[in-house]
């Protein structure tokens, strides 16, 4: 079978399950490492045309990474796509089973019961309300019905956005500061958030800087996700108010 993945946490999913039947994955595709296949563009603007050359059988996709217009120039020209909508830890495990079994005819890989059994097994820190800037210039956070929420919810972080009617909400830095939160996290990517790029604006603020990929990513990286955010959340909620 010929498989070309649209979205970096699939293929990751994919070549760790079976790295043969990748042939194109886009420029963000960064896992796993020296991953060895076409390159066809980004995530929102994938060369159709490139993807079409390279014959899949499957083009694995997502409704909030991916622009349908593409999607729908994809299955124009004859090839089949599937489409996988995340907005928390059950169905993430839920979609890469469909992905991974019905899409790509594998057996179901041990990886995803280790990571339902490491989700299962992560023990909540004391409740914390936070807030989760995912980009600056201008500042985005997490809002409602997310992915990242959900897995922060299960370590005892309440997002203080979470009710928004928006699900990735441009919020005014003075409003940010004033939501009542008594952390910040601070992944990785989309934003490179960094020690030097994210913690000033906050320096009231416990500042947790998290790998984007636990903290975003689903896929083999949800195994180790529940330890690296924890230390990362407990790290800074031990060292207080950053910039004091």
């Known amino acids: 079978m010929r498989v ?28 796993p490492a020296g991953l060895d296949v076409v390159r066809v563009g980004g995530t929102k603007n994938p060369d159709v045309a490139a993807v079409a050359a390279l014959r899949p059988d499957l083009v694995i996709a997502n409704e909030e990474e991916n622009r349908e217009p593409d999607l729908a120039a994809l299955r124009a020209a004859g090839i089949d796509v599937m489409v996988t909508e995340v907005r928390g830890l059950d169905q993430a495990l839920s979609e890469l089973e469909r992905v991974l079994v019905d899409g790509c005819g594998l057996a179901r890989p041990r990886w995803l019961d280790d990571a339902r059994s490491a989700w299962s097994a992560a023990v909540p820190l004391a409740a914390a309300r936070a807030l989760v800037p995912i980009w600056r210039r201008p500042w985005m956070v997490l809002g409602r019905d997310t992915f990242a929420g959900d897995l922060l919810a ?90 004091r």
């Open 4 to 31: 070309v993945s649209l979205v970096p946490s699939l293929t990751e999913a994919v070549a760790a399950t079976a790295p043969g039947l990748l042939v194109g994955a886009t420029d963000w595709c960064s896992q």
């Open 154 to 243: 299960r370590l005892g972080v309440v997002n203080v956005y979470g009710d928004h009617a928006e699900r990735y909400p441009r919020i005014a830095l003075d409003a940010l500061r004033e939501s009542g939160a008594d952390l910040v996290v601070l992944p990785d990517e989309p934003y490179a958030f960094g020690p030097d790029d994210g913690p000033e604006s906050f320096s009231g603020l416990p500042a947790a800087l998290v790998d984007g990929r636990a903290l975003t990513w689903y896929g083999p990286s949800l195994v180790d996700a529940p330890r690296v955010l924890s230390a990362a959340l407990s790290a800074a909620l031990r060292a207080g108010p950053h910039g």
